[in-house]
């Protein structure tokens, strides 16, 4: 009897160390998978980091380039301005004239009776 229960002990225990040895390979597994999953984590982080840059130097030189665009425009209108205002000048000069040569004109009429 008691060597039944030494073998039965045996047994349990030669069944223990191969489930321990299962448990510790499966262990060593997940660990490798964790360290290749932590590698690739840092791979798509790395890459995204650098894409990031890159997105945001894209950005910048695409708002650099809307500035360009905005200051081209606005010197336009500037000087649309500057011509209309020196347009307007001219015009009100050629009012001035043509109002001073009526006023003239009014003052200076010889009135001719038939």
């Known amino acids: 009897m008691n060597e039944s229960r030494e073998l039965k002990n045996a047994e349990q225990l030669e069944e223990l160390l191969l489930l ?5 390979e499966e262990l060593e597994q997940k660990d490798q998978l964790i360290v290749e999953l932590k590698t690739q ?3 798509s982080l790395t890459l995204n980091e650098k894409l990031n840059k890159e997105n ?12 360009k665009l905005a200051d081209r425009a606005l ?12 347009t307007i000048e001219e015009c009100q000069d050629k009012i001035r ?8 004109a009014r003052t200076h009429q010889k009135i001719v009776e038939i």
């Open 20 to 24: 321990t040895e299962e448990i510790q």
């Open 75 to 86: 010197r336009s209108e500037k000087e649309k301005l500057r011509s209309a205002n020196v």
């Open 41 to 43: 984590l840092n791979e």
């Open 56 to 67: 945001r130097a894209g950005n910048i030189q695409a708002l650099k380039n809307d500035l």
């Open 97 to 104: 004239c043509l109002t001073q040569q009526r006023d003239y």
